[in-house]
């Protein structure tokens, strides 16, 4: 019986895969660990589902990580500087969302949404959605051009924001990352990041539990500071959070729609 030798196919890295290769290469120089804290989120489930306007999971978290951050001014800070290192903190914060387009398929996107502890959840979920219906190459240009610039010259770029002091730092990567794959009933514990910390949820479960997790930068946190802002995370979706969700309006934009 003859067994034929397996033959290989080699093809170009997809389109996409650029950036997020040099987040996943740069990461590992980052010492992350996660966090995790099991949340009773039934009230907020049921304010959410009750609601007079569609919102969804990332901007109910989004908005009340931000309330937590803009509390804790360390969630808005990072190691700067390239050969004398030092901690920078942005005065707001600026969150990176990742978002999935299977419009020619799965390509993962990184979406930038300043202060959303400053939008009404109407407005923070329009934001969202943008990120999510309109054409690539209109919401997310800059990355798709950063695609077409030679690997090492992309992360050597990447390198030197992540340890710039200067306030593009914070509108370029961000202050704080959002990820997560509770839409597909799955739960993304560890995933890299560049940012400080980064953020993730699963699924509830039938009690309203969720599981939500921290991956902080250990050059920055501690764990008891990022378990105190879980703790903090939890009472603010279970307080204002749910407040908000029970008086909710259509933003304008979406009443004319």
């Given at each position: 019986?003859?067994?034929?030798?397996?033959?290989?196919?080699?093809?170009?890295?997809?389109?996409?895969?650029?950036?997020?290769?040099?987040?996943?290469?740069?990461?590992?120089?980052?010492?992350?660990?996660?966090?995790?804290?099991?949340?009773?989120?039934?009230?907020?489930?049921?304010?959410?589902?009750?609601?007079?306007?569609?919102?969804?999971?990332?901007?109910?978290?989004?908005?009340?990580?931000?309330?937590?951050?803009?509390?804790?001014?360390?969630?808005?800070?990072?190691?700067?500087?390239?050969?004398?290192?030092?901690?920078?903190?942005?005065?707001?914060?600026?969150?990176?969302?990742?978002?999935?387009?299977?419009?020619?398929?799965?390509?993962?996107?990184?979406?930038?949404?300043?202060?959303?502890?400053?939008?009404?959840?109407?407005?923070?979920?329009?934001?969202?959605?943008?990120?999510?219906?309109?054409?690539?190459?209109?919401?997310?240009?800059?990355?798709?051009?950063?695609?077409?610039?030679?690997?090492?010259?992309?992360?050597?770029?990447?390198?030197?924001?992540?340890?710039?002091?200067?306030?593009?730092?914070?509108?370029?990567?961000?202050?704080?990352?959002l990820s997560t794959l509770?839409?597909?009933?799955?739960?993304?514990?560890?995933?890299?990041?560049?940012?400080?910390?980064?953020?993730?949820y699963g699924p509830l479960d039938d009690?309203?539990?969720?599981?939500?997790?921290?991956?902080?930068?250990?050059?920055?946190?501690?764990?008891?500071?990022?378990?105190?802002?879980?703790?903090?995370?939890?009472?603010?979706?279970?307080?204002?959070?749910?407040?908000?969700?029970?008086?909710?309006?259509?933003?304008?934009?979406?009443?004319?729609?």
């Amino acid at each position: 019986m003859s067994h034929a030798a397996p033959t290989v196919s080699i093809a170009r890295l997809p389109e996409g895969r650029g950036c997020v290769n040099d987040v996943a290469t740069l990461a590992l120089d980052i010492p992350l660990f996660p966090v995790e804290r099991l949340m009773s989120l039934e009230s907020l489930a049921t304010a959410r589902r009750d609601s007079l306007v569609r919102v969804g999971w990332a901007a109910v978290f989004l908005k009340a990580y931000a309330i937590v951050a803009r509390e804790m001014p360390s969630l808005r800070s990072w190691l700067a500087g390239h050969l004398h290192h030092r901690i920078a903190t942005c005065s707001q914060s600026v969150a990176t969302l990742a978002v999935n387009r299977s419009d020619d398929g799965d390509r993962l996107f990184f979406a930038r949404i300043a202060r959303p502890d400053e939008l009404p959840l109407p407005t923070l979920q329009a934001s969202i959605d943008r990120f999510v219906r309109e054409p690539v190459d209109k919401v997310f240009k800059r990355q798709s051009q950063i695609e077409r610039v030679p690997g090492w010259l992309r992360r050597a770029i990447l390198r030197w924001n992540m340890r710039s002091a200067g306030p593009k730092r914070a509108t370029r990567i961000g202050t704080f990352s959002l990820s997560t794959l509770a839409g597909f009933s799955a739960m993304n514990r560890f995933h890299p990041t560049i940012c400080t910390t980064s953020l993730s949820y699963g699924p509830l479960d039938d009690d309203g539990r969720c599981l939500v997790t921290v991956i902080a930068d250990h050059r920055v946190l501690d764990g008891a500071a990022v378990a105190k802002a879980l703790a903090r995370l939890e009472a603010v979706l279970t307080g204002e959070i749910t407040a908000e969700l029970r008086t909710a309006r259509p933003a304008p934009a979406e009443v004319a729609a």
